[in-house]
């Protein structure tokens, strides 16, 4: 259906204005860890925020659904500046509520196999506070779009909570260059 990616614009817009989203977690908060599957160039493998941070800085950015337009967009984004964020020493982990067949796909066609994504569980969206929600209270299956900068030590050090995907990834890479060197 050509007129697919405009149908799913207008429906994710419908709800940035029917739903609310929790107030995101604030910098200086310690980041709830997890361990969740996640998928990388199509491949499956065991994620925990925890040994990741043992790396180095974490971007954990969520976002509504795969292959939807700002989705694939903001994933090409973080594709062309994964070499930027790595040489900051950051790891970045793209997080949905999709299932992980559907993160598998889009781990290879949209995130180009340079960078993985993860299942955001109900436990996780809701630790996270991105949940988008019905104004009754009831919880939407999509996450708000919401990128977190998580310093090694595991504290938030950088929010950015934004229906428009544009700024993500520059205010996220700004934000991990100015963390305090390793």
Same mark, same amino acid.
């Given at each position: 259906?050509?007129?697919?990616?405009?149908?799913?614009?207008?429906?994710?817009?419908?709800?940035?204005?029917? *739903?609310?989203?929790?107030?995101? $977690?604030?910098?200086?908060?310690?980041?709830?860890?997890?361990? %969740?599957?996640?998928?990388? =160039?199509?491949?499956?493998?065991?994620?925990? $925020?925890?040994?990741?941070?043992?790396?180095?800085?974490?971007?954990?950015?969520?976002?509504?659904?795969?292959?939807?337009? =700002?989705? %694939?967009?903001?994933?090409?984004?973080?594709?062309?500046?994964?070499?930027?964020?790595?040489?900051?020493?950051?790891?970045?982990? =793209?997080?949905?509520?999709?299932? $992980?067949?559907?993160?598998?796909?889009?781990? %290879?066609?949209?995130?180009?196999?340079?960078?993985?994504?993860? *299942?955001?569980?109900?436990?996780? *969206?809701?630790?996270?506070?991105?949940?988008?929600?019905?104004?009754? =209270?009831?919880?939407?299956?999509?996450?708000?779009?919401?990128?977190?900068?998580?310093?090694?030590?595991? &504290?938030?050090?950088? *929010?950015?909570?934004?229906?428009?995907? &544009?700024?993500?990834?520059?205010?996220?890479?700004?934000?991990?260059?100015? $963390?305090?060197?390793?």
């Amino acid at each position: 259906m050509k007129y697919a990616p405009m149908l799913a614009i207008a429906a994710l817009a419908a709800l940035s204005f029917s *739903v609310t989203a929790h107030a995101q $977690l604030a910098p200086g908060a310690r980041a709830p860890d997890f361990a %969740t599957q996640a998928a990388m =160039g199509g491949n499956d493998f065991p994620f925990k $925020l925890s040994e990741a941070l043992k790396k180095g800085p974490v971007v954990l950015y969520f976002y509504p659904k795969a292959f939807t337009p =700002g989705c %694939t967009m903001e994933a090409h984004a973080f594709a062309a500046a994964i070499d930027d964020f790595h040489k900051a020493g950051a790891t970045v982990m =793209g997080m949905s509520a999709d299932d $992980l067949p559907t993160l598998k796909r889009f781990s %290879t066609s949209e995130c180009q196999s340079k960078f993985p994504v993860a *299942v955001a569980s109900p436990a996780i *969206v809701e630790a996270y506070h991105v949940a988008f929600r019905k104004p009754d =209270g009831t919880p939407l299956p999509i996450t708000n779009r919401t990128s977190y900068v998580i310093a090694r030590d595991g &504290h938030i050090s950088f *929010v950015h909570s934004n229906l428009d995907w &544009h700024d993500h990834v520059k205010l996220t890479l700004a934000a991990v260059q100015a $963390l305090p060197a390793r």
